[in-house]
């Protein structure tokens, strides 16, 4: 089972047989490194000495975060598994990233950068069969979801590539209820791509190949853009 996460700065790919990781890595990918991703795939092949014909699933994180990112890792997925002719499957990118927290956390929130000064942040709470969710994935700033948190009266794991630029803002408000990530725990694991796309296959039977779609929670630009032309073509002149 491969799994592959472009949505952030730091690209992963990680690749399980059954409940065993044979093969994890995370590489920075933006600006413009995407194209490592087939390059690290083909050295998790070569170094768990198996042949790219014995993958059984890919399983590709959908968002959010980057919007080219996110896309990125569609297409590189949905080549491999249709030249392959085997299922892929989407995952939430802020489910496998919560899974980088210990079992005994209370809440994890997990944040990816937005615009506008605000963050896109999903709770989640730790759960044996991965994590669960709590709120989906949502368009915050930074205060607004600090007080929303504090509200609940829990203490609350932050994990994100974003939090240098958060961090401080949320511990001010938060105080002792706020942890923050570390190092790597910021960073999606390819391998909790791949075991929570195992999971959803063997519960759905589901081969998303042509209906996958990105989990944006707002309209791109070009979309923006389009809407903008269509209504000044409706003007008359």
Known sequence: ???????????AVGMIEGEQV????????????SE???????????????????????AVGIGPGS??????????????????????????????????????????????????????AGLYRPDREGPAEVAPPAIWTVRELAVDLMSRGQPVLFLGEVLPEV???LATI???????????????????????????????GENQLDTVLPLYLRRTEAEVRWEERSCRADVPG
């Open 36 to 58: 490592q991703i087939p390059a690290i795939i083909a050295a998790a092949l070569a170094r768990s000495g198996r042949d790219v014909k014995e993958l059984e699933l890919i």
């Open 167 to 169: 961090e401080a803002e």
């Open 174 to 204: 938060l105080k002792e209820q706020a942890a923050f990530g570390r190092g790597t725990e910021n960073v999606v694991d390819g391998a909790h791509v791949a075991s929570l796309g195992q999971s959803q296959w063997l519960a759905t």
């Open 22 to 33: 044979v093969f994890s890595e995370r590489v920075l990918i933006r600006p413009g490194g």
């Open 1 to 11: 089972m491969l799994g592959i996460d472009t949505s952030a700065q730091s690209g």
């Open 67 to 120: 919007y080219t990112g996110v896309r990125v890792g569609l297409a590189i997925g949905k080549g491999l598994a249709f030249g392959l002719g085997v299922p892929l499957v989407g995952v939430p990118t802020f489910r496998a990233l919560a899974m980088n927290g210990p079992a005994t956390a209370r809440l994890i929130c997990t944040l990816a950068r937005s615009r506008r000064g605000e963050v896109y």
